[in-house]
């Protein structure tokens, strides 16, 4: 340990996790086991345990990393039920979202743009839409030679022409709107649904956060307030995937209100597998822009950007303030690092998960079985806060860190 670093004994932990419908109990799980194969393989001690007297989701560790004994507290801020109504939406409303994300990011330039940086993300992106293109080809087809079918079987019976082609069209309405509900029943294996509804959630207001996220937002600003009101020595806000830039928004709050006390416990940002220019290159992303910005320059908070080129549904190693372009002088933050998968991960490990890219955007939570300076369960668990942690750590050399968004105009 750092020999001027002072041992973290209580944390408050605060995680916001990406567009994900479901319980979260899955992160409190996945906590739970990843957390005890990390342990076993690095040789240190971490306990989970219920937290009944919350108002939250979340759970306590205890653990005992470096001969020092460390008390966590984790919540998962949950905004779960603001994805599950977005996701809500009939076939024909998804496939006009499609339409309409679709020809925002093609209009403005910025699938262009975001493409100069990473193609993985962008093809991630692109996938829904030739997936449910897809569907619906294939589905208009097989409903096509159904109605030939039925109409050949009809002619042979004597049926008039004209009602002979009613059937037929509507054989192939009604065998078409069967496949594309089959198709949509198979989502939790294809994820085209999944990942339209996420883009589409994104580009609805333009870039902008819907109101009813704006709303969540302050109630999640309201709730890390309280932390730094209790005995703690750090407050640590983790954002993951497209949680990380509402994480952003969230900190930025909180310290332009003024709610960060001096002298009080410190504040840490820790951003895992960004995909934050998939919004700040917006058009009407103001607010997330005006965030960014503020928040690189801030001496009351500690910001690390974690990601792995491996990882390819996020803009790995992309620094998130410089390249949508409102980099300002005498800019701090994030400080950009790589997870490495390559060689955190053994080479069997990494062969198994290297074409699991789902599986490859979650590893930030996960154990490593070569674990280098990022390990989550001592971020979260051990007794460094984030800033001495990485106190004397270099950015990685190969981020990117060019001006690259068309749009750069801020909120005021």
């Known amino acids: 340990m750092n020999a001027q670093a ?45 937290n009944p007297g919350a108002d939250t989701f979340g759970w306590i560790v205890d653990g005992q990393i470096d001969g020092k004994d460390v008390s966590a507290q984790i919540d998962v801020l949950v905004w779960s039920d603001i994805v599950r109504e977005s996701m809500a939406q009939s076939i024909p409303a998804t496939y006009w979202q499609m339409l309409r994300t679709a020809w925002l990011y093609l209009s403005t330039g910025t699938l262009r743009r975001l493409m100069w940086m990473r193609k993985g993300p962008v093809i991630a992106a692109l996938y829904p839409v030739a997936m449910l293109l897809g569907q619906l080809a294939l589905a208009a087809v097989l409903g096509w030679l159904a109605g030939q079918v039925m109409a050949l079987v009809l002619g042979r019976v004597g049926l008039p022409g004209i009602s002979r082609l009613l059937l037929q069209y509507a054989v192939w309405a009604a065998v078409t709107i069967v496949l594309l509900r089959w198709f949509k029943s198979r989502d939790d294996k294809l994820f085209a649904y999944y990942l339209m509804h996420d883009y589409a959630f994104a580009a609805s207001a333009g870039g902008a956060n819907p109101p009813a996220l704006e ?30 830039h509402l ?25 895992l597998g960004q995909v934050v220019p998939m919004a700040s290159f917006l058009p009407k992303a103001r607010r997330l822009r005006a965030d ?32 949508t372009g409102v980099a300002l002088p005498g800019k701090r933050w994030p400080l950009v690092i790589s997870a490495a998968f390559t060689q955190t991960l053994s080479p069997g490990r990494w062969k198994a998960l290297r074409w699991r890219f789902f599986r490859l955007h979650f590893q930030y939570l996960c154990a490593f079985d070569r674990p280098g300076d990022y390990d989550y369960f001592q971020i979260t668990a051990g007794p460094m ?24 105009d801020i909120a005021p």
């Open 6 to 50: 002072v041992p973290v004994r209580r944390r408050q932990v605060f995680h916001i996790p990406g567009y994900d419908p479901i319980h979260p109990r899955r992160y409190r799980e996945l906590y739970r086991s990843e957390g005890a194969a990390q342990a076993q393989i690095s040789g240190y001690r971490i306990n989970l345990s219920a």
């Open 215 to 244: 709303a969540r937002l302050a109630q999640f600003t309201d709730q890390i307030a309280q932390a730094f009101l209790d005995p703690v020595d750090e407050v640590l806000v983790v954002g993951h995937s497209s949680g990380a």
């Open 247 to 271: 994480a952003v928004c969230v900190v930025a709050d909180l310290i332009r209100q003024g709610r960060v006390p001096q002298g009080g416990p410190r504040l840490a940002l820790l951003t």
């Open 292 to 323: 960014l910005a503020y928040l690189s320059i801030q001496d009351a908070l500690t910001w690390v950007d974690v990601s792995a080129p491996g990882d390819g549904c996020c803009f790995a190693l992309c620094d998130p303030v410089a390249v």
């Open 385 to 408: 806060t984030l800033a001495d942690r990485y106190r004397d750590r270099q950015a990685s050399k190969s981020r990117i860190d060019v001006a690259v968004s068309k749009y750069t």
